[in-house]
Structure formats: structure tokens, C-alpha cells
T-cell receptor
Framework: QKEVEQDPGPLSVPEGAIVSLNCTYS??????FMWYRQYSRKGPELLMY????GNKEDGRFTAQVDKSSKYISLFIRDSQPSDSATYLCAMKKDTGRRALTFGSGTRLQVQP | EAQVTQNPRYLITVTGKKLTVTCSQNMNHEYMSWYRQDPGLGLRQIYY???????DKGDVPEGYKVSRKEKRNFPLILESPSPNQTSLYFCASRAGTGGTGELFFGEGSRLTVL
């Protein structure tokens, strides 16, 4: 079983919809949670970063962490065609040398 | 412009023919890393470097070598490529040696080994 599970999609929504992207994880030691966005033929770029549980908002994006359920979410309000990309969750146990553990990504398509 | 540059972006080679994928960053970052991305498996770390002359294995190091002779460069070497190394490769860098800063990725190098 993978440490981090993410539905691969594709998830197709109309422009303006609220999008919910999710990851579940099995290791309760994860404390640092990130969402990366990856456009086609590009490298991932950091979108949101959260430490421990709670919510974080940045413009149309909200990241939510529920450590008790081992579940993280990324919400996109008023989705735009430019949001069409693959969204990767990533997490880390500590500030040490270990790498991030990535989900396999969810492909999102926002239809105009 | 701050960036991580990888070359080549696309490469087709044959089994056993040594190749090097170059990576250079212009942000003076201490930490650099190589990942491979495969469908359904996500990004997996191959090797990383905390600073010049300091490298260490990631989760999937078999069949790869790296070196860090200069701070800005971190080449990935496949001494004898095999078809199971066909993948999309990303170089990434991060400021400092602590583990939670933003990773900056290159645009990727798609390698096919026949």
C-alpha cells in the first residue's frame, strides 16, 4: 500500500465550479503538507504549504488538513480554464533530510 | 529569472549507452535533488545533495550516479541505461539544508531507453 493515495482523475468541471482535490495518507508522522501544480510538459510548482492541521487560504485556493482522519484537501473556488493541470499532494515527517512523499497526482480539466 | 535548467529535454537512447542529464540552478541553492515521475507512482527521489561534495541516495538510486562539484550543477549519470529507466526526470533545488522550503523544479527530461 502506498503511503499517500490520490485519485488520478481526470476530474472535469465547468468554469466557475468549486473543485475539491484530496489525498489520504497512512503514516501519522507526516506533519508538513503541500500542494504542487504541474502544467503539461512543465515541472511542478508549489501552490500551498500547511503545517499540521487546519486551514490555509490564498486567493481562490484553500488547503485543509485533517490529521485525525489522515486526509488533506485542496479547494479551488471559481475555477478557471487556466487551473487545468495535474495537482500533486506532498508531505513530509520532519525538517530533516528525508524527501517529500508525493501522491501520484490528480488531473483537473476546467471546461470553458 | 530564477530557474532550474535541465538538458536534454527529450532523449531516446539504447540499452547500455552511457548518458548524462545536466541540471543547473541560478538561485545559489544548497540543496539539489533528482526525481523520476512514472504514471501511477508519482515523483520518487533518486539522489539528493545537501551541498557541494555531499550527496546521498534517495528512494530509487539503483542504476544512477550523481556528482556535485559545483554548487549550481548537479548532473544525473546513467552509466548503463536499461528500459526500466524510461521515465520523466526532474531536477529540483531548494534554499538551505532544512527540509521544508519550497522545491523549485526544472521542466523535466523525458528519457526513452530502447
Amino acid at each position: 500500500q502506498k503511503e499517500v493515495e490520490q485519485d488520478p482523475g481526470p476530474l472535469s468541471v465547468p468554469e466557475g465550479a468549486i473543485v475539491s482535490l484530496n489525498c489520504t495518507y497512512s503514516n501519522s508522522a507526516f506533519q508538513y503538507f503541500m500542494w504542487y501544480r504541474q502544467y503539461s510538459r512543465k515541472g511542478p510548482e508549489l501552490l500551498m504549504y500547511t503545517y499540521s492541521s487546519g486551514n490555509k487560504e490564498d486567493g481562490r485556493f484553500t488547503a485543509q488538513v485533517d490529521k485525525s482522519s489522515k486526509y488533506i484537501s485542496l479547494f479551488i473556488r471559481d475555477s478557471q480554464p487556466s487551473d487545468s493541470a495535474t495537482y500533486l499532494c506532498a508531505m513530509k515527517k520532519d525538517t530533516g533530510r528525508r524527501a517529500l512523499t508525493f501522491g501520484s497526482g490528480t488531473r483537473l480539466q476546467v471546461q470553458p | 529569472e530564477a530557474q532550474v535548467t535541465q538538458n536534454p529535454r527529450y532523449l531516446i537512447t539504447v540499452t547500455g549507452k552511457k548518458l548524462t542529464v545536466t541540471c543547473s540552478q541560478n538561485m545559489n541553492h544548497e540543496y539539489m535533488s533528482w526525481y523520476r515521475q512514472d504514471p501511477g507512482l508519482g515523483l520518487r527521489q533518486i539522489y539528493y545533495s545537501m551541498n557541494v561534495e555531499v550527496t546521498d541516495k534517495g528512494d530509487v538510486p539503483e542504476g544512477y550516479k550523481v556528482s556535485r562539484k559545483e554548487k549550481r550543477n548537479f548532473p544525473l549519470i546513467l552509466e548503463s541505461p536499461s528500459p526500466n529507466q524510461t521515465s520523466l526526470y526532474f531536477c529540483a533545488s531548494r534554499a538551505g539544508t532544512g527540509g521544508t522550503g519550497e522545491l523549485f523544479f526544472g521542466e523535466g527530461s523525458r528519457l526513452t531507453v530502447l
